[in-house]
């Protein structure tokens, strides 16, 4: 559709106040799925709505929520203080995202749209007053919402007039199910909802029919990632594993992999190896997990988004409840999570300006690489998917792209050739790595950290909230295992780099601690910029074996 025939949010009949705040967010025009959603939404309907990942679905369904609220104050006759909205979602993490989104869209009226998030502090008793109070809006998870409803600190039977699910496909997944169910049954008979995702299952089919009421299905045709002008993504073959610590190897520390990265793995293990690995090399990286405690995880985010950390090694599986072996992500493991037990982590969170996600593991299912994937590329930004793949591979990769982009003729992944020979100077070093890295090593960094983490959190929580510039001290990305870490290591002799790449790869070494990218660092990475820089793909076969090593 054309930019002028985009319905704009001042054509929407939107509150002053809100457009205000929108205006401030620096939002010219509504996405796709916000143009879509929210007049659908103010008109009282119910909407099960599919959008691709960082598509501004959060506002999508926060601004009709708002919107309502506020003009029921405004119009009505005078109302008693009630929580009128309820917002749903399977992670803290998610939930505190949305807190933060509200807030920022009700900048100037805060005093009339009050927003709790239930999942922000371990102690109920914290968060009984703030419930007295009569929130407008309520965010939580599942679980946390259902605690409070059963003690008694929230009544939404009286006065929910919305409701939100978003992650819908998750959040009867992960055994929420049954919780859901008995939330359900202290709502009222009739609400408007609204169920969003970037994928859509099963479970979100028996969830339509338990909460919405002939709802207006979106599920909008643009594909569930977004196009190749804004989303580059390849695959590379490696041979063995030992190729891929290689590969990724070359691609930190020669700094080819350019901007802030996260790296997805498929376990826990596998992401403390990965950073002891990285570790020797002087190339820090925080590792992302359902492990560690709240205040941390978000304490990484918002350091990440801020700059500090380059690299950030994130797990999407299960955590603190045994993951179901052959579950795909998203798919039900209903009913066997334990009371805390939550989902990938980064599903859903709005990382900023991240130019590349690296599937170092290769996802375990087409919805786990589109959430993967998804973390970058949101909103306007460029951003480049590059996913790890064994020979044995080969068939699950081929199972994800039909998924995604059908049979059609021309593959989705591009290939991205990495002439493996000559970055061969390099093995005998990694191998010397990935060897340092033994079970022992990683059971012992595994503790340390949650011991430190712990630790961590009971100081942001009291010093912190006093001292919010100190949080900036905090970092989570020191050496776990500094016995194994090697000086020498942190070095790349000239004489190692690759003569094709030796204009252009810059030896990582390792920053200055506790300072963040200079400001020129934090500079989103221009359009045309592929952070994979060094290189350029072919979809033939090279002509010569020069000819896919080309100098950007
Ligand atoms: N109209 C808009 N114009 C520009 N940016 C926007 C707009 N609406 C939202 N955004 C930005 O887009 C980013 C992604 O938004 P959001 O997290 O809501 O995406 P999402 O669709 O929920 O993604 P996911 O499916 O991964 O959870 C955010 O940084 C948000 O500030």
């Known amino acids: 559709m054309a930019d002028s025939e985009v319905l704009s949010f001042e054509h929407m009949g939107l509150d002053p106040r809100l457009l205000q705040a929108i205006a401030e967010q620096g939002w010219a025009r509504p996405t796709l799925i916000q143009e879509k959603a929210i007049p659908l939404a103010l008109e009282g309907k119910d909407l ?11 506002a999508a369904y926060a601004i009709p929520l708002l919107q309502h609220l506020l003009h029921r104050k405004a119009t009505g006759p005078v109302i008693e203080q009630a929580v009128r909205g309820l917002v749903l979602v399977p992670t803290k993490e998610l939930a505190r995202q949305a807190q933060t989104m509200i807030r920022q869209l009700t900048a100037y009226c805060a005093r009339d749209v009050r927003v709790v998030d239930v999942s922000a502090s371990e102690d109920f008793a914290f968060q009984r007053p703030l419930l007295m109070e009569k929130p407008d809006v309520v965010v939580g998870t599942p679980s946390r919402v259902l605690s409070h409803l059963l003690q008694g600190n929230l009544n939404l039977r009286d006065s929910l007039e919305l409701l939100v699910m978003d992650e819908a496909d ?51 045709q643009e594909s569930q990632l977004p196009g190749p002008d804004q989303l580059q993504q390849f695959q590379v073959v490696c041979e063995t594993e030992e190729d891929k610590f290689l590969l990724l190897y070359a691609l930190l520390k020669l700094s080819l992999l350019r901007g802030k990265s996260l790296l997805f793995v498929n376990t ?55 993951p179901v072996k052959g579950k795909r992500q998203g798919q039900g493991s209903k009913g066997e999570r334990s009371a805390d037990t939550e989902s990938g982590v980064a599903r859903g969170i709005d990382f900023h300006n991240v130019t590349a996600v690296l599937n170092f593991d290769l996802p375990p299912s087409p919805e786990a690489y589109i959430h993967r994937a998804g973390r970058t590329a949101r909103a306007n930004n ?57 079970k022992q090593a990683i059971r012992e960094a595994r503790l340390k950290e949650i011991k430190e983490e712990l630790l961590h959190s009971e100081k942001l929580k009291t010093y912190f909230e006093d001292n919010p510039r100190d949080l900036q001290l905090l970092r989570h990305d020191r050496p776990l295992h500094p016995a194994v870490v090697k000086p020498h290591l942190g070095h790349v002799p000239d004489y190692l780099v690759p003569p094709t790449l030796r204009g252009i790869a810059r030896p990582h070494s390792r920053r200055k601690r506790n300072r963040p990218f200079t400001s020129h660092r934090k500079l989103k990475a221009p359009k045309t910029q592929n952070p994979l820089r060094s290189f350029k793909y072919t979809r033939k076969k090279p002509k010569t074996p020069a000819a896919s090593a080309k100098c950007s």
């Open 382 to 438: 460029p951003g480049t998917a590059l996913t790890f793949v064994l020979p044995t591979e080969r068939p699950q990769l081929k199972e994800i792209e039909e998924a995604l982009g059908g049979e059609s003729a021309e593959s989705m992944f591009l290939p991205y050739q990495f002439r493996m020979e000559e970055i061969e100077g390099f093995r005998y070093r990694c191998r010397d790595a990935m060897r340092s890295v033994t």
């Open 268 to 322: 826990l293990e596998r992401s403390y190896r990965l950073r002891l690995f990285l570790e020797q090399f002087s190339i820090p990286a925080c590792v992302l997990n359902g492990e560690l405690p709240l205040r941390s995880r978000c304490h990484i985010i918002s350091q990440f988004n801020q700059g500090f950390y380059d690299c950030v090694i994130a797990t999407d599986e299960e955590v603190l409840g045994a």
């Open 48 to 58: 099960l709505a599919r959008a691709r990942t960082g598509s501004g679905k959060t």
């Open 170 to 220: 998750l959040l009867f997944s992960f055994g929420f199910e049954e919780e859901l169910k008995t939330l359900l049954c202290h709502l009222p008979r009739i609400y408007q909802a609204f169920l969003m995702s970037a994928t859509f299952n099963e479970d979100v089919q028996a969830l339509k029919e338990l909460v919405l009421h002939n709802p207006v299905t979106l599920k909008l």
